[in-house]
């Protein structure tokens, strides 16, 4: 019989069977395309191979203590061309530095991890995890579950098996500030339990920061951020029609003001705050402001929206396409950087991740939303207003 590559054994083998589980098991769990899918302990990929080909390019995030199990997972289990297809990003660390993504994960795994860490190891894991993680977005994590506490080795390693009872992990997951549900039985080959955990203020009630205004006056100001071409006019567009004010706006939905400020700053200009801050003087609330120029230009802006008071605070809305079809209109344009669709001297992968950066460390309230989504939306809601019509 041939041998298990040594990467595969590594990860405990069982590639095949756990791979899947795990995918089928987040499936369930209603992780779709969109989603920012956070790996913890992707080791060399015995879930990613099946997550990275269904997730949107960008959105698998793999974070590992071991590069060469990393390398081994990318160079043998994946193709270049998936690769390049899916830009599946990658941290190394020693330490969970979630936060080097630049982004917050809808939903995270870590699946056999607990079952080789020590308890410090896991409280440090959960800690900081809860600062980056989606304010309503989840981490399944498993464990091997003993009935009394049991003396586990002092220090975290690769192939040592650890157990801790459940009233041990709620209080790790609680001391950290999480809520923590007890899964159990998930079909696991070698009997690890799974625990589902949300960050304490999570409420499954709670409405996004778009919705949760939708007829009322107290709607939160917006500031839509997203690479031209990604639908950013015609979701600005949409939500004039709701409401929200736009000023005065150019064809492509662009506050006339707000975008000479953002040309400026770009010229290599300094930032007047003062004058910056007088560019909002005139729009009423609920406003929205929208320019493709925000990608570059919104960390010098975050000065003016600290100054104002917490409830005209805009609540950022991160708009992101498939970025072949962005790609593919950036080149119709004409629009290119060193032969590569892009503008302002980067190509759309460099404002796709410098946009995703800027919402990862945003301070205030945000929400991404897909443009697909918006489509979609807006195709159901003609359907629903035509069938409403059919019945009266």
């Known amino acids: 019989m041939k041998a298990e590559a040594w990467h595969r054994a590594y990860v405990g083998g069982l590639w095949d069977e756990v791979g899947r589980l795990q995918f089928e098991y987040l499936l369930a769990k209603k992780l779709e395309p969109h989603h920012f899918f956070l790996d913890v302990g992707c080791g060399s990929l015995r879930a990613g191979v099946h997550f990275i080909p269904y997730l949107h390019p960008g959105r698998y995030l793999g974070i590992d203590h071991k590069a060469e199990l990393i390398q ?23 330490d969970f530095e979630f936060d080097r993504f630049g982004v917050r994960p809808d939903f995270a795994l870590a699946q056999s991890l607990f079952t080789h860490l020590s308890s410090a190891s896991i409280s440090r894991c959960l800690t900081k995890l809860h600062g980056v993680l989606a304010g309503n977005g989840v981490l399944y994590a498993t464990f091997n579950e003993c009935a009394r506490e049991q003396v ?12 801790y009872t459940r009233s041990q992990m709620r209080s790790f997951a609680e001391s950290a500030g999480w809520q923590i549900k ?24 709670t409405p996004s920061p778009v919705s949760a205004y939708a007829d009322q006056d107290d709607r939160p100001n917006l500031l ?100 072949q ?23 759309v992968q460099e404002l796709s991740e410098i946009a995703l950066r800027a919402y990862g460390t945003w301070p205030f309230a945000k929400l991404h939303l897909e443009f697909e989504q918006i489509v979609a939306a807006a195709k159901a809601f003609n359907i629903g207003r035509a069938q409403r019509r059919d019945t009266e």
Request: aromatic share 8%; no cysteine.
């Open 152 to 163: 586990n080795p002092s220090e975290s390693h690769d192939h040592r098996v650890f157990h």
């Open 325 to 347: 079809k962005v790609q593919r209109t950036y080149l119709a344009y004409g629009e290119v950087v060193e032969g590569a669709p892009g503008m302002y001297r980067h190509t």
């Open 72 to 94: 081994a997972g990318v160079r043998d289990e994946l193709s270049s061309e998936l690769v390049a297809a899916k830009q599946p990003r990658f941290v190394v660390s020693e």
């Open 182 to 205: 007890y899964i159990g039985d998930w079909g696991h080959p070698r009997g690890q339990k799974m625990l589902e955990l949300r960050p304490s203020n999570f409420s499954e009630a």
């Open 224 to 323: 839509l951020l997203g690479v031209g071409h990604s639908g950013t006019s015609v979701t600005a567009k949409l939500l004039g029609t709701l409401g929200w004010n736009l000023g005065e706006v150019d064809g492509f939905s662009e506050n006339v003001v707000i975008r000479r400020r953002n040309a400026e700053l770009l010229s290599g200009k300094r930032p007047d705050l003062q004058n910056l801050a007088q560019s909002f003087a005139d729009l009423r609330s609920p406003w929205l402001v929208k320019d493709p120029r925000f990608v570059l230009t919104l960390d010098q802006w975050l000065p003016v929206f600290q100054a104002l008071p917490a409830a005209e605070r805009p609540t950022l809305l991160h708009l992101t396409r498939d970025i």
